[in-house]
């Protein structure tokens, strides 16, 4: 159960585009589509912003998308606004279990 | 709307043991399974836990195997969390989260507000 590989920072201005990886294995990541990533905000619980790798739920912007290629997942983020500075997460399912990625803090330069 | 509220947390000395409980509103509770998360002071995020929708399997983290255990009572929608053994590395926020299915997908799409437990003499 070791956890997925994230960048710890990122940044970008208001209005780009910026991608945070989550490097996993074979077996979890690469083996399976059920990749997700959450938001969290200081202080409060993680929201879902995408789940089996690159569906969005009800009500989360366009502007979240997330792929998977090989044994590396991906989220991106277009249209940089100032509430999306928070701390991002992926996460995999593995053989009856869960793993998390360490996170990663986005801000918005 | 889905609610989750965690409850029965508190400081506690190490070694010994306390229960969590976190009741479920809004959906129909006995179609989802359940999950444990906790985030320690500073740290990200770490699974715990998960429980089937009937409570006919449970899957465990390595660091709480054979301390901790997951139950729930579908007739009062709600989920426990027995930890037992506890050491100073258990203090973290606990989060109650509903996975979007009735078994382990591992897509937690609901969370609580967490409750803080503290493992500290």
């Known amino acids: 159960q070791s956890a997925l590989t994230q960048p710890a920072s990122v940044s970008g201005s208001p209005g780009q585009s910026i991608t945070i990886s989550c490097i996993g294995t074979s077996s979890d990541v690469g083996g399976y589509n059920y990749v997700s990533w959450y938001q969290q905000h200081p202080g409060k619980a993680p929201k879902l912003m995408i789940y089996?790798?690159?569906n969005r739920p009800s009500g989360v912007s366009n502007r979240f998308s997330g792929s998977k290629s090989g044994n590396t997942a991906s989220l991106t983020i277009s249209g940089l606004q100032a509430e999306d500075e928070a701390d991002y997460y992926c996460s995999s399912y593995t053989a009856s279990s869960k793993v998390f990625g360490g996170g990663t803090k986005l801000t918005v330069l | 709307q889905v609610q989750l509220v965690e409850s029965g947390g508190g400081v506690v000395q190490p070694g010994r043991s306390l229960r969590l409980s976190c009741a479920a509103s809004g959906f129909t509770f006995n179609n989802y399974g359940i999950h444990w998360v906790r985030q320690a002071p500073g740290k990200g995020l770490e699974w715990v836990a998960f429980?089937?929708?009937?409570?006919?399997?449970?899957y465990y983290a390595d660091s709480v195997k054979g301390r901790f255990t997951i139950s729930r009572d579908n007739s009062k929608n709600t989920l426990f969390l027995q930890m037992n053994s506890l050491r100073a590395e258990d203090t973290a926020l606990y989060y109650c989260a509903r996975d979007r299915a009735p078994v382990l997908t591992a897509t937690l799409d609901y969370w609580g507000q967490g409750m803080l437990v503290t493992v500290s003499s």
């Open positions: 429980i089937w929708y009937d409570g006919s399997n449970k």
């Open positions: 089996e790798v690159s």
